[in-house]
């Protein structure tokens, strides 16, 4: 991938979304670092854990919903239109899932510890889901799906998550999502790729401490509608 590419795109970007709704949280997460992204889930976390005591409307639900790799790249949570507003959002995530998405920095989340969870045949590793919304419009949803191991255990965990990422992306090459690697990342490794003129990003990195804990984030990224013609340049295509 040449570097202005994505320079060039994360310029389109804030054009098509508008200078007014465009925030940091905004910043594609295709174009975000590591430590960005550490840092963005830590504040979900937090918020998570300060709302640990779940009012009635947030029913938990107990069953994960079973999804394809085409109900991540073309639905919200797996199971909502991408043509909806935030508040539609909201409502349809509690009328089909029976839980309400908490609300940080202008995007609708949803956590495995708050009762919301995903089966992609058979595989269930924790997830956070999200949306972002400029002006009650969606920009894009993501879902970080999360394998943590301890030292003695990051060889099953190391299989565990090569098991998912190798079955979701042999699936999206097998429904026509061409992917393009960024060999410049520093990530496990970075692909993107359009379906149904969708921008698919595909990202896999690593935390480690020092005390040989750590756990794997696999970042799945959709901007409805955002293909450009740059992104054949930015996949490598």
């Given at each position: 991938?040449?570097?202005?590419?994505?320079i060039?795109?994360?310029?389109?970007?804030?054009?098509?979304?508008?200078?007014?709704a465009?925030?940091?949280s905004?910043?594609?997460?295709?174009?975000?670092?590591?430590e960005?992204?550490?840092?963005?889930?830590?504040?979900?976390?937090?918020?998570?854990?300060?709302k640990?005591?779940?009012?009635p409307?947030?029913?938990v639900?107990?069953?994960?919903?079973?999804?394809?790799?085409?109900?991540?790249?073309?639905?919200?949570?797996?199971?909502?239109?991408p043509s909806?507003?935030k508040?539609?959002?909201?409502?349809?995530?509690?009328?089909?899932?029976r839980?309400?998405?908490e609300?940080?920095?202008?995007?609708?989340?949803?956590?495995t510890?708050?009762?919301?969870g995903?089966?992609?045949y058979g595989?269930?590793?924790?997830?956070?889901?999200m949306?972002?919304?400029?002006?009650e419009?969606?920009?894009?949803?993501?879902?970080?799906?999360?394998?943590?191991?301890?030292?003695?255990s990051?060889?099953?965990c190391?299989?565990?998550?090569?098991?998912?990422?190798?079955?979701l992306?042999?699936?999206?090459?097998?429904?026509?999502?061409?992917?393009?690697?960024?060999?410049?990342?520093?990530?496990?490794?970075?692909?993107?790729?359009?379906?149904?003129?969708?921008?698919?990003n595909v990202r896999?990195?690593?935390?480690?401490?020092?005390?040989?804990?750590?756990?794997?984030?696999?970042?799945l990224?959709?901007e409805?509608?955002?293909?450009?013609?740059v992104d054949d340049?930015?996949?490598?295509?």
């Amino acid at each position: 991938m040449l570097p202005v590419a994505r320079i060039f795109r994360s310029i389109l970007v804030t054009a098509a979304v508008g200078l007014s709704a465009m925030t940091v949280s905004a910043v594609s997460f295709s174009d975000m670092s590591n430590e960005e992204i550490s840092a963005l889930l830590a504040d979900v976390s937090a918020t998570a854990a300060a709302k640990a005591t779940v009012a009635p409307e947030h029913t938990v639900r107990e069953i994960p919903v079973e999804v394809t790799a085409e109900d991540l790249v073309t639905k919200v949570y797996g199971v909502i239109d991408p043509s909806v507003s935030k508040h539609e959002c909201s409502d349809q995530a509690f009328r089909i899932l029976r839980l309400r998405p908490e609300e940080d920095n202008a995007a609708l989340w949803l956590e495995t510890s708050g009762g919301y969870g995903i089966s992609y045949y058979g595989m269930q590793p924790e997830v956070s889901a999200m949306a972002r919304f400029g002006n009650e419009t969606l920009i894009d949803f993501c879902f970080f799906f999360m394998f943590s191991y301890q030292e003695d255990s990051k060889v099953e965990c190391t299989r565990r998550q090569a098991d998912f990422c190798g079955s979701l992306l042999q699936e999206m090459h097998d429904i026509g999502i061409p992917m393009g690697r960024d060999s410049l990342s520093d990530d496990l490794f970075d692909v993107s790729g359009s379906y149904k003129g969708n921008f698919v990003n595909v990202r896999l990195m690593e935390e480690q401490t020092a005390d040989s804990t750590g756990r794997y984030i696999l970042i799945l990224s959709v901007e409805p509608e955002g293909f450009m013609p740059v992104d054949d340049i930015y996949a490598g295509l």
